[in-house]
């Protein structure tokens, strides 16, 4: 996520009017040509007014076009701190027809302690959620038990082994955490894929292959939870007396 956030920081660079296209093009080429350069982006004065807020109307009003010539340049996300960034804006400030460069100083100098406590909050809401999680999971567990107590003694009294009796619980208990899983990792999907469409921020959570590895985990988790949970539960009843059940 992190480096996602970083690709998304942009340097803008604005040119007087007295700077022609070619020569803009020019230097994006020169950007484009650097290592540490994802991507230079050139925008011109008509495609500025488009992304204005006033638009059209707001030329119409002024009479004159006040959006400069102008370049995005996006970077490598290694290359995102302070310090390389402003020596990369003062270089270009040097430039002749340059007016101005600038890029969100205060996001980029932050970027990386916002992210690490994101990430830490994040870390313990899912460690909470998932201690409360695993404690409902097995109080389920052990009230299923619990009801079919007697079921379970019968077996051991006309002579099933252990293994015999575990082995159908411990197996609906396996199959009833990974559909847990699948039918959780849908949702959460789905409700990724739709925040995405209508937040863009959001959209660095839309990656296919982080999401596959989530839900595998989830299925990991959700089968070990379950199987583990019906495995401790059953143990208790195979080791009490028939008097104890009541």
């Not at 996006?74 to 310090?83: I, K, M, R, S």
Request: hydrophobic share 50%; charged share 20%; with cysteine.
């Amino acid at each position: 996520m992190k480096e996602k956030i970083k690709e998304d920081v942009a340097l803008s660079i604005y040119f007087s009017d007295e700077v022609t296209e070619p020569d803009i093009i020019k230097v994006q080429e020169k950007l484009e040509s650097e290592h540490y350069v994802k991507e230079a982006k050139y925008i011109s004065k008509e495609e500025g007014v488009k992304l204005w807020p006033l638009g059209a109307q707001g030329v119409k009003l002024l009479g004159f076009n006040p959006i400069p010539n102008s370049i995005d340049v996006h970077f490598n996300p290694g290359f995102v701190v302070f310090d390389s960034l402003n020596a990369v804006k003062t270089a270009l400030e040097k430039n002749p027809g340059v007016r101005e460069v600038q890029f969100d100083q205060n996001v980029v100098a932050n970027i990386d302690r916002f992210v690490s406590i994101a990430g830490i909050v994040l870390g313990l809401l899912a460690l909470l959620m998932a201690l409360i999680s695993i404690a409902l999971i097995n109080s389920a567990i052990r009230l299923n038990m619990y009801s079919r107590r007697f079921l379970i003694k019968s077996m051991q009294l006309v002579g099933a082994t252990k293994n015999f009796i575990r082995k159908p619980f411990i197996f609906t208990g396996l199959i009833t955490g990974i559909c847990s899983a699948l039918f959780a990792g849908a949702l959460l999907s789905a409700c990724i894929y739709l925040l995405s469409r209508k937040f863009d921020f959001l959209s660095m959570l839309n990656n296919y292959v982080e999401m596959g590895i989530v839900v595998l985990a989830m299925l990991i988790a959700g089968a070990l939870i379950t199987g583990l949970s019906s495995y401790f539960a059953i143990n208790k009843y195979l080791k009490l007396k028939l008097d104890d059940l009541f």
